[in-house]
């Protein structure tokens, strides 16, 4: 779809500066712009590339000065990265496949389909599964028996949404995940371990975003529980009977091991792991590789393996660094001792 500068203006609320009939029709990064494409400016530290950009129009803020002329024509918003992502979501609803069952995608009879939704090549979905109005399920997505996908989901290619679990609306799926693996359930004997049956389901909210080759395992009874507008990063695992709260956000190649239970509006950062049974309280903020063996209270900020308050941790970790200085300066003074 071309639009013009004038007609994107509108929809964002902003100010044109510059010509407003020249005309995009696709998106690029400001600075590999090229002509008939949009970009945006919202870091300070790309400022240089207005200048050298061959994008045809570009988004900053409404306060932005140059120090010389700009070739792109603007256009001036309060908040050009929200600007921009609103746009984006738009592009991305242009190129939504076209609503219909491919001919080999296997469905059961007793499945229920709603109005609107694309069913991709090779997807596979069992008896009893329910899916939403104006979803999308993609190429060789396997929806099992008992399955319930809201409406609005989106379900990326190789997707598997085991037996019982339930999406809310407005899901997303990206390549590769699972939903309702067996959680991680074995009784030790003195020769062997058994596997414990896993019989509960897992349950995501709506507006919930799962990156791909993340897994989120069964509970064991009950329901593993992902609350409204969670957002989960690539390779992320998520065991049996954890909750984690309305509107988290977790980085890549982060575990939390099984009960789990997670606030509202956490922030944890790539590569942490968080060990079973704990609970981590709302606004709780995770640096990095950290390791979290112990409850967290409402909105603590802990850095490190053991974690810790991040103060301490970043005092602590500039004396460790001066360690072999330290011991040399009082291997000195003792000898003159």
């Known amino acids: 779809m071309i639009l013009t500068a004038g007609v994107i203006a509108e929809l964002l609320g902003g100010i044109v500066d510059g010509d407003p009939h020249v005309q995009v029709s696709t998106v690029s990064p400001i600075e590999s712009g090229f002509a008939g494409s949009l970009s945006f400016l919202a870091n300070p530290k790309y400022n240089e590339f207005i200048l050298t950009t061959k994008a045809s129009v570009v988004i900053v803020k409404d306060d932005f000065k140059a120090e010389f002329d700009v070739k792109p024509t603007l256009i001036r918003v309060a908040d050009p990265y929200s600007c921009f992502a609103l746009l984006l979501q738009k592009y991305d609803e242009m190129n939504r496949p076209k609503a219909g069952i491919h001919p080999s995608a296997i469905i059961s009879d007793s499945a229920k389909i709603g ?12 008896e009893n599964a329910v899916v939403g109005d104006n979803s999308i399920i993609g190429a060789l997505v396997v929806l099992e028996k008992n399955v319930k996908i809201g409406s609005g989901c989106k379900l990326h290619s190789g997707s598997r949404v085991l037996h019982d679990c339930v999406l809310g609306n407005n899901c997303t799926l990206h390549a590769g995940v699972t939903i309702g693996s067996d959680g991680f359930g074995f009784a030790p004997s003195d020769t062997a371990y058994s596997k414990i049956p896993q019989v509960g389901n ?13 897994t989120i395992d069964r509970a064991t009874m009950g329901s593993t529980i992902i609350r409204k507008g969670v957002k989960l990063d690539n390779l992320i695992q998520i065991a049996h009977n954890v909750e984690i709260g309305e509107h988290t956000v ?4 982060t575990g939390v091991a099984g009960s789990t239970k997670i606030g509202k509006r956490c922030m944890i950062g790539g590569q942490v792991g968080i060990i079973g049974h704990l609970k981590i309280g709302d606004n ?21 393996s053991p974690a810790f308050e991040v103060g301490n941790y970043r005092r602590s970790y500039v004396s460790f660094r001066r360690l072999p200085e330290t011991l040399r300066a009082i291997e000195k003074k003792l000898k003159e001792l």
């Open 115 to 126: 109005q609107n939704v694309t069913i991709s090549a090779g997807a596979v979905i069992e």
């Open 202 to 214: 897992v349950v995501l909210e709506d507006d919930v975003e799962i990156g791909s080759n993340s």
């Open 250 to 253: 977790i980085a890549a190649q």
């Open 284 to 304: 709780v903020k995770i640096a990095a590789q950290s390791g979290v063996g112990n409850n967290l209270p409402d909105n603590s900020i802990v850095q490190g």
